[in-house]
């Protein structure tokens, strides 16, 4: 099955600094990567999410990079704001198999 | 339109009680997931439904977790003869045949 490596597990950056998480995959198979952000308290929640056909997606301050050639992708914050600070999960699935797989997760802290 | 939905929000039980957890998943979404969460830790992959296929037990900690769906609705899960290693959020999340996964709000249940 999928196994979803992500990195750092915890990430400590000042306010208006870039942060970057990544994340690999092992199954080639796997067109469909989403991030989900987890504040504290609350449940994980969809903020963006990229599909194989295209290499990068941008909303705001957050964007997504696919390689697929190294199946890894990378989520992209820029001038973080301390409410980034939560956890952010990437996720990997395909259309056929269906089932989500999620990293352990990255601790971001922004400080003001 | 309505979300996923979780009950109890809370439960507080005995050691060795058993417990059963309700999810309400979002309507049409022929997918659905159990995870636990434990206190600042990661998601941790318990059980996956996806329509009438055979439901993905690989994550269930031991004998004493099960889950149940009818259907493509409602789904419970039972922990049967509960330990303190239990205390956890169990997280309900749902989503179409494959896609972005949206997670219950939780029933965090603590175990004395």
């Known amino acids: 099955g999928e196994n979803v490596e992500q990195h750092p597990s915890t990430l400590s950056v000042q306010e208006g600094d870039s942060a970057v998480i990544k994340c690999t995959y092992s199954d080639s198979a796997s067109n469909y990567f989403p991030w989900y952000k987890q504040e504290l308290g609350k449940r994980p929640q969809l903020i963006i999410d990229i599909r194989s056909n295209v290499g990068e997606k941008k909303d705001q301050r957050i964007a997504v990079t696919l390689n697929k050639t190294a199946k890894h992708f990378s989520l992209h914050i820029t001038e973080t704001q301390p409410e980034d600070s939560a956890v952010y999960f990437c996720?990997?699935?395909?259309?056929?198999?269906?089932?989500?797989?999620f990293g352990d997760g990255t601790t971001l802290t922004v400080k003001p | 339109g309505a979300g996923v939905s979780q009950s109890p929000s809370n439960k507080v039980t005995e050691k060795g009680k058993d417990v059963e957890l309700r999810c309400d998943p979002i309507s049409g979404h022929t997918a659905l997931y159990w995870y636990r969460q434990r206190l600042g830790q990661g998601l941790e992959f318990l059980i996956y439904f996806q329509g009438n296929s055979a439901p993905d037990k690989s994550g269930l900690p031991s004998d004493r977790f099960s889950a149940e769906r009818t259907g493509e609705s409602v789904s419970t899960l039972t922990i049967q003869r509960t330990q303190q290693e239990d205390s956890a959020v169990y997280l309900c999340a749902s989503s179409l045949a494959w896609g972005a996964v949206y997670f219950g709000p939780g029933t965090r249940l603590t175990v004395t």
């Open positions: 996720a990997a699935s395909n259309t056929n198999a269906g089932k989500s797989t």
